[in-house]
């Protein structure tokens, strides 16, 4: 059975949407916890996280890594 693990946090929404998407563009699905949380102040005591499937991790990793050069 497949985990999910914590691939990055953010501080905002947007910069967590920006990374979900350019991951699921890229063929790999990921979520948000947390993302409902930002949106009412509480960004910097709880941080957006960008989870993945455990054996998604190393692309996503790659993939964000590309994303941002």
């Known amino acids: 059975m497949s985990s999910l693990v914590e691939l990055a946090r953010y501080s905002t929404r947007v910069e967590a949407d920006l990374a979900r998407l350019a991951l699921e563009a890229g063929g790999i699905e990921a979520v948000l916890f947390g993302a409902e949380m930002s949106g009412l102040g509480f960004g910097s005591m709880l941080p957006v996280r960008l989870m993945v499937l455990d ?15």
């Open 55 to 69: 054996e998604d991790a190393g692309a996503a990793r790659a993939l964000l890594a590309e994303d941002n050069r």
